[in-house]
Nanobody, 124 residues
Framework: QVQLVESGGGLVQAGGSLRLSCAAS????????MGWFRQPPGKEREFVAG????????HYAKSVKGRFTVSRDNAKNTVYLQMNSLKVEDTAFYYC?????????????????WGQGTQVTVSS
Protein backbone atom coordinates (compact mmCIF):
# COMPACT_ATOMS: atom_id res chain seq x y z
CA GLN A 1 0.00 0.00 0.00
CA VAL A 2 1.12 3.55 -0.73
CA GLN A 3 0.13 6.63 1.23
CA LEU A 4 0.53 10.01 -0.44
CA VAL A 5 0.71 13.48 1.07
CA GLU A 6 0.83 16.61 -1.09
CA SER A 7 2.26 19.95 -0.08
CA GLY A 8 3.30 23.23 -1.64
CA GLY A 9 -0.02 24.66 -2.71
CA GLY A 10 -1.00 28.24 -2.04
CA LEU A 11 -1.95 31.60 -3.49
CA VAL A 12 0.17 33.07 -6.28
CA GLN A 13 -0.23 35.83 -8.84
CA ALA A 14 -0.60 35.05 -12.50
CA GLY A 15 2.80 34.53 -14.06
CA GLY A 16 4.26 33.19 -10.85
CA SER A 17 5.51 29.76 -9.90
CA LEU A 18 4.81 27.05 -7.36
CA ARG A 19 6.31 23.65 -6.72
CA LEU A 20 4.11 20.89 -5.43
CA SER A 21 5.56 17.90 -3.65
CA CYS A 22 4.02 14.52 -3.04
CA ALA A 23 5.64 12.41 -0.35
CA ALA A 24 4.94 8.71 -0.45
CA SER A 25 5.23 6.02 2.17
CA UNK A 26 5.70 2.41 1.29
CA UNK A 27 8.66 0.39 0.10
CA UNK A 28 7.19 -0.14 -3.38
CA UNK A 29 6.95 3.54 -4.32
CA UNK A 30 9.66 3.23 -6.97
CA UNK A 31 7.62 0.66 -8.88
CA UNK A 32 4.61 2.96 -9.30
CA UNK A 33 4.01 5.48 -12.02
CA MET A 34 2.84 8.78 -10.58
CA GLY A 35 0.29 11.23 -11.85
CA TRP A 36 -0.82 14.72 -11.00
CA PHE A 37 -4.47 15.57 -11.43
CA ARG A 38 -6.48 18.67 -10.67
CA GLN A 39 -10.08 19.57 -10.09
CA PRO A 40 -11.08 23.15 -10.85
CA PRO A 41 -14.12 24.57 -9.04
CA GLY A 42 -17.30 23.07 -10.43
CA LYS A 43 -15.48 20.85 -12.89
CA GLU A 44 -14.38 17.25 -13.13
CA ARG A 45 -10.97 16.00 -12.13
CA GLU A 46 -8.49 16.12 -15.03
CA PHE A 47 -5.06 14.74 -15.80
CA VAL A 48 -2.21 17.25 -15.56
CA ALA A 49 1.07 15.35 -15.77
CA GLY A 50 2.58 11.98 -15.12
CA UNK A 51 5.90 10.21 -14.80
CA UNK A 52 6.86 6.58 -15.24
CA UNK A 53 8.22 4.41 -12.45
CA UNK A 54 11.86 5.16 -13.29
CA UNK A 55 11.38 8.73 -14.46
CA UNK A 56 12.32 7.98 -18.06
CA UNK A 57 8.94 8.91 -19.46
CA UNK A 58 6.73 11.92 -18.78
CA HIS A 59 3.47 13.12 -20.26
CA TYR A 60 1.57 16.35 -19.94
CA ALA A 61 -1.86 17.71 -20.67
CA LYS A 62 -1.83 20.17 -23.57
CA SER A 63 -2.95 22.97 -21.28
CA VAL A 64 0.21 22.76 -19.15
CA LYS A 65 2.85 21.52 -21.56
CA GLY A 66 5.84 23.81 -21.62
CA ARG A 67 4.88 25.39 -18.29
CA PHE A 68 4.78 22.46 -15.87
CA THR A 69 7.48 19.88 -15.19
CA VAL A 70 7.00 16.60 -13.35
CA SER A 71 9.93 14.83 -11.72
CA ARG A 72 10.59 12.23 -9.07
CA ASP A 73 13.26 11.23 -6.60
CA ASN A 74 12.81 7.57 -5.75
CA ALA A 75 15.49 7.76 -3.06
CA LYS A 76 13.29 10.30 -1.26
CA ASN A 77 9.97 8.68 -2.19
CA THR A 78 8.83 12.01 -3.58
CA VAL A 79 7.35 13.29 -6.80
CA TYR A 80 7.28 16.96 -7.75
CA LEU A 81 5.29 19.24 -10.00
CA GLN A 82 7.06 22.47 -10.89
CA MET A 83 4.50 24.96 -12.14
CA ASN A 84 5.71 28.07 -13.97
CA SER A 85 3.90 30.86 -15.79
CA LEU A 86 0.78 30.11 -13.83
CA LYS A 87 -2.55 31.25 -15.19
CA VAL A 88 -5.84 31.99 -13.47
CA GLU A 89 -7.28 28.91 -15.13
CA ASP A 90 -4.73 26.75 -13.30
CA THR A 91 -6.67 27.39 -10.10
CA ALA A 92 -7.76 24.00 -8.77
CA PHE A 93 -7.33 21.39 -6.11
CA TYR A 94 -4.28 19.35 -7.09
CA TYR A 95 -3.86 15.65 -6.30
CA CYS A 96 -1.06 13.19 -6.77
CA UNK A 97 -1.84 9.56 -7.44
CA UNK A 98 -0.03 6.28 -7.94
CA UNK A 99 -0.71 3.53 -10.44
CA UNK A 100 0.89 0.08 -10.21
CA UNK A 101 1.37 -0.34 -13.96
CA UNK A 102 4.58 1.64 -14.08
CA UNK A 103 3.62 3.76 -17.09
CA UNK A 104 1.90 7.10 -17.36
CA UNK A 105 -1.85 6.84 -17.76
CA UNK A 106 -4.34 9.67 -18.14
CA UNK A 107 -7.31 7.68 -16.89
CA UNK A 108 -7.75 8.49 -13.22
CA UNK A 109 -9.54 5.16 -12.78
CA UNK A 110 -6.20 3.40 -13.23
CA UNK A 111 -4.68 5.04 -10.17
CA UNK A 112 -5.01 3.02 -7.01
CA UNK A 113 -3.76 5.48 -4.42
CA TRP A 114 -4.52 9.16 -3.98
CA GLY A 115 -3.34 11.96 -1.74
CA GLN A 116 -5.66 14.34 0.06
CA GLY A 117 -4.90 17.18 -2.32
CA THR A 118 -3.61 20.72 -2.05
CA GLN A 119 -5.23 23.95 -3.19
CA VAL A 120 -3.59 26.12 -5.82
CA THR A 121 -5.11 29.55 -6.38
CA VAL A 122 -3.82 31.88 -9.08
CA SER A 123 -4.97 35.49 -8.88
CA SER A 124 -5.08 37.94 -11.77
Amino acid sequence: QVQLVESGGGLVQAGGSLRLSCAASGRTFSSYAMGWFRQPPGKEREFVAGISWNGDSTHYAKSVKGRFTVSRDNAKNTVYLQMNSLKVEDTAFYYCAANPFGVVLEDNGQYFYWGQGTQVTVSS
